[in-house]
Each structure stands twice: as C-alpha cells, then as structure tokens.
C-alpha cells in the first residue's frame, strides 16, 4: 500500500512519515500529494500568529480541547525559527500542550533557511492533515516579517494575539499584521492595560480600510481557559461568513493560482539546474557571474534559453 | 542549501527530549537540547511530567530520530522500560533511546539490554552527547 493511501486509512506514523517528505524535500511527496489531493481542501485551517511569548501555544492547545468537545479532528502545525547559522531549532511549542493522547494530531516545524521552503511545506503539510481526516487545523507562527504573511496566507481564518500594554502591539499593528487579522485576541488579560489595549486595537481596525468582515477584538486568559470559547465561536462565524461570501469561488482561484505557479517556477527552475549541471555549464554561468562578466537576470536568461 | 544537498534530501537529525514522571529536575534536560540545537538538530522539547504513552505519542507525530529521557528521580527503571516497550509496540524499534540523569552503575547496564543505545551521567560534555548522536543516527 502507498504511503498516500495509508495516510487516507488514517495510519498515524504514515501520516508522520509524510509529512518529514514534505518538509525535507517537497518533490519526494509529489506523488503522495497527487494522490490524496481530492481529499483536501475541507473544514478550517486557522492561523494564530503574535510575538513571541504572547501565549499562542497555550491558546491552541485550549482552543484544541475546545474543538475536540465540539467533535472536530483537529490538528495542530507549530512553526518555529531555524537557527540561520547552525540549522538547528529547539521546537518547544509542545511544552504548553495538555495531554490529549492520539487524538490530536501536532506537529513542529523548522524554517530551515528563508528560500520560501517552508512557504511550499506548509500547503502540503496542511494537505495531509486534511488528507487524514483532520478538519480543524491550527498553525501556531512567530510574527515576525513577511514568510509570516506568506505562511498566514494558507490559513482561512487568521487570530492574531497581542499582550496588554509596553507598547509592543503597537510594534506588531506596524509589522502589517493588523491587515492579516481576522480575529484579535488580547491574551494575558489578568494584567493590567488589557481594556486599554482593546480600545486602541478597535479604533485602529474602525480606522482601516472597510470590509465586510469587522474583525471582533477579543481578550482572553489562555492559561486559566477564560475566553477561549468565545474565540472558537468567533472563528466558526468568520468559516461561516468566508462560506457564503461571494467571493469565495475567486479566493479558492487564488489559492490555486498561488499553488500552481509555486509548482511551476519550482519545476522550471529544477528542470534548467539539473539539466545545466548535467552538460557543465552551470558551473561556468555561476563563474561568469562572480566574476561579474554576465549579469544574474542575464545568466538565467542564458541558461534556460539554450536548453529550448 | 545548495541544489545538491536539496537533491540528497539531507534533512537535520530529529530529536525528542523527553522528561517522563513527576521529576522536576529540568537544567539537564534543557542544556542537551540546546547543545544538540547548536549542534544544527530540531530538537522537540515536551516539558515536564509526561508518561510514557505521551511522549511516544509526540515521537511518532514528530517523526523523530532519536529519543532521549531524563530521569533524576529515580524511576528510571520503570519509566524506561515503559517508553521502550511502546515504542516497540508502534513499530518503532529503529529509533535510538538514549537515557541521561541520575542513572547508577549497574541500572545502567540494565537498561543497555533492553536496548537503550546509551547512558549518560552527571558531568557529561555535550560534545560527547552531540558526538553520539550523531554517529548513532548516521547523519551529521
Ligand atoms: C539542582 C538540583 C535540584 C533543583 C532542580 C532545579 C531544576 N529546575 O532543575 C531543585 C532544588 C528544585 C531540586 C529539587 C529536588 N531534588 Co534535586 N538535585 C539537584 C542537583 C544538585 C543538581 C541537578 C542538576 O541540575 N545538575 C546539572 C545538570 C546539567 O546535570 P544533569 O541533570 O545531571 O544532566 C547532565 C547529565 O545527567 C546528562 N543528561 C541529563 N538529562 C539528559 C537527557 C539526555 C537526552 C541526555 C543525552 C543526557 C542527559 O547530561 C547533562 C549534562 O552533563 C542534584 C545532585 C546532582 N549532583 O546531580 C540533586 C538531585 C538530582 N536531587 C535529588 C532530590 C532527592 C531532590 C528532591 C526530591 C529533594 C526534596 N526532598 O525535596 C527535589 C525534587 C524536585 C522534583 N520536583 O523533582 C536527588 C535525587 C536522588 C535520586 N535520584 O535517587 C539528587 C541526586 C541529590 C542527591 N544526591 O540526593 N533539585
Ligand atoms: N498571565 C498569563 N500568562 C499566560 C496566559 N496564557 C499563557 N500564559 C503564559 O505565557 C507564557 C508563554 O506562553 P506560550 O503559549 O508558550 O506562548 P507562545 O506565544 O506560544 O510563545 P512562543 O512560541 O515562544 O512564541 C507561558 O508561561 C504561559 O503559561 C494568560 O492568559 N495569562
Ligand atoms: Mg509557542
């Protein structure tokens, strides 16, 4: 039996194996994806993004046992930050997770470098969740900069969570990521600034462009379980509303697009690499290149040109 | 990473720290997952008090390497045995168990035939934990 197919019987430790393809090497799991693809693409994939430290695992654990009462499949991706120099990463969202057996499904994942790889894993590795029978998935990222629009990109329902007070929501609402949020969450909100916090984060939403979906600002205590609730039937109205907005059939074009021109550039750009390493002239390109006798848009153009 | 490396599909050594039981004695634990971190490995770190059965859980889920245990409380002798014989009952036999903490002389021995790759005691140099690990899994 395929890896793919043992993934659709819900086997646990394929699922697991797959999803190390998919991080590691995205074309090793081309035929897998291709052959649990029509099984994707349902329930909701939630993505809670925030500083460091605002309590975004905690939440997604709690939102996690929320969920498993409410008899959704959840499962539960956490990226974390690759060490630039090393490669190594210490993974320690799990630390939050309350004991909930089998029946959530976690993994962590590494950035492993900023070459948009974790951009391609991240689809794939939501794809097999789904693949698996998972409905509910929670994609836990650190905010910081632009693979975290990317990566938010993929979720549909967006949580972005903010502490109350030392000024640093307002470093975060900077960072872009008041436009990527559909739901607010003021987190910690046993300390003190939590009211304060909410205001300001209302007026900035009033403040930006119009939508059809105000973004509800809602404080929470993650640890103590406070909140949570009310942060799940938010993200089941916000599903609801995506649903029947009529938009809904261009966002999924969208997404498609956005898929299908990663394959493609990944391809082409396989494709030429090998085949110019293959007859040597990678190597003299690259040369030509470092040695500033051939411009790099120049190169390329070279490289794909005399294989045609 | 380099068109050849990607081609090769090297991918990092991953491994699971592990603190099974009610010990609450974490420096350890935390010291060898940083070094193993700075050593270029994920390392998934569960937290404290975690059964057996959870941190075989989170093993298989994060498709891991190797597992390691710290144990300064004394339990080592069941809890051990406990994670191995899961780990065996999920089809896992392949990946290393390592133990670290209080672990005496003969225990160790003991643990070593149930087939636990190696003991590390109080004092250990990471490097030579960083060393292992590498030679046992076979990837840099
Ligand atoms: C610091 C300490 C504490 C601190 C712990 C702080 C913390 N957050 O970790 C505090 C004060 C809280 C504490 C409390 C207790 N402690 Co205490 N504690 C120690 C002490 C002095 C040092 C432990 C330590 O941190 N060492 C430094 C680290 C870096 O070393 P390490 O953990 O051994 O790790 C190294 C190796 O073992 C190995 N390693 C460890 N884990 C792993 C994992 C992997 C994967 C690998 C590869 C390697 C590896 O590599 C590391 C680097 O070399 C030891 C005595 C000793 N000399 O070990 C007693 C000791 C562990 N404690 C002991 C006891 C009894 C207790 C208490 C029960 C005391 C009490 N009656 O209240 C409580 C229990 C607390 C609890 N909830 O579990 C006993 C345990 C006896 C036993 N096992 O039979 C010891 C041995 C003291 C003794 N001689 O009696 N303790
Ligand atoms: N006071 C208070 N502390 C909380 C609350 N929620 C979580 N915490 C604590 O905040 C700390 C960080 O929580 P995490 O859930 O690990 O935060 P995170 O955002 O996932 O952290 P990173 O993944 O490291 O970015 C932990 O000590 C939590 O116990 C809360 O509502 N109130
Ligand atoms: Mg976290």
């Known amino acids: ?308 | 990473m380099t068109e050849t490396e990607q081609r090769a599909g090297t991918r990092p050594i991953r491994v699971l720290i592990g603190k099974p039981g009610l010990d609450g004695h974490d420096r350890g634990a935390k010291i060898v997952a940083r070094a193993l971190r700075d050593a270029g490995m994920e390392v998934i770190y569960t937290g404290l008090h975690q059964t057996p059965e959870e941190i075989v859980e989170a093993a298989l889920q994060e498709d891991v390497d190797v597992v390691g245990l710290s144990i300064l409380s004394g339990a080592h002798l069941t809890l051990v045995p406990a994670v191995i014989d899961l780990l065996q009952a999920q089809n896992m036999g392949d990946v290393v168990v390592v133990v670290g903490g209080i672990i005496p002389e003969e225990d160790a021995e003991e643990l070593k035939k149930l087939g636990v790759k190696a003991v590390f005691g109080p004092g250990t140099e990471t490097d030579e934990i960083v060393r292992f690990t590498r030679a046992s899994v076979g990837r840099a």
Do not use: C
């Not at chain 1, 959840?74 to 630039?84: K, T, W, Y």
């Not at chain 1, 960072?175 to 990527?180: D, K, S």
């Not at chain 1, 029947?244 to 059939?249: C, H, L, Y």
């Open chain 1, 1 to 308: 039996m395929s890896l793919g197919q043992e993934i659709l019987r819900g086997d646990r430790r394929a699922l697991a194996r797959a999803l190390t393809l998919v991080e590691s090497d995205p074309h090793a799991a081309d035929d897998i994806i291709a052959e649990v693809y029509p099984h994707t693409g349902h329930g909701i994939v939630v993505g809670v993004t925030g500083a460091p430290g605002v309590g975004k695992s905690t939440l997604v654990d709690r939102l996690a046992g929320q969920f498993l009462a409410r008899g959704r499949k959840v499962g539960i991706l956490a990226v974390d930050p690759s060490s630039p120099f090393t490669g190594g990463a210490l993974l320690g969202d799990r630390v939050r997770m309350e004991g909930r057996g089998s029946d959530v499904f976690m993994r962590s994942l590494a950035t492993r470098g900023h070459l948009g790889g974790l951009a391609r894993a991240t689809p794939r590795a939501i794809q097999l969740l789904q693949a698996f029978g998972k409905d509910l998935i929670l994609l836990e990222t650190v905010g910081a900069g632009q693979s975290e629009v990317d990566i938010m990109g993929f979720a549909d329902t967006t949580i972005v969570v903010v502490v109350p007070g030392l000024g640093d929501d307002v470093q975060a609402f900077k960072a872009g990521i008041l436009e990527i949020g559909d739901i607010f969450v003021v987190n910690k909100s046993d300390r003190p600034g939590a009211d304060q916090t909410m205001r300001e984060l209302r007026q900035m939403l009033h403040l930006g462009p119009q939508r059809t979906w105000l973004p509800p600002v809602l404080s929470a205590q993650a640890q103590q379980e406070i909140g949570v609730a009310e942060i799940a039937d938010a993200i089941l109205r916000h599903s609801e509303v995506r649903l029947t907005d009529p938009e809904q059939r261009q966002r999924r074009m969208q997404e498609a697009e956005r898929l299908v021109r990663d394959a493609l550039a990944d391809q082409l750009v396989r494709g030429v690499v090998s085949r110019s390493q293959a007859d040597g002239r990678w190597n003299e390109v690259l040369a030509e290149v470092a040695e500033r006798r051939l411009d790099p848009a120049g190169a390329a153009r070279a490289l794909h040109l005399e294989q045609d």
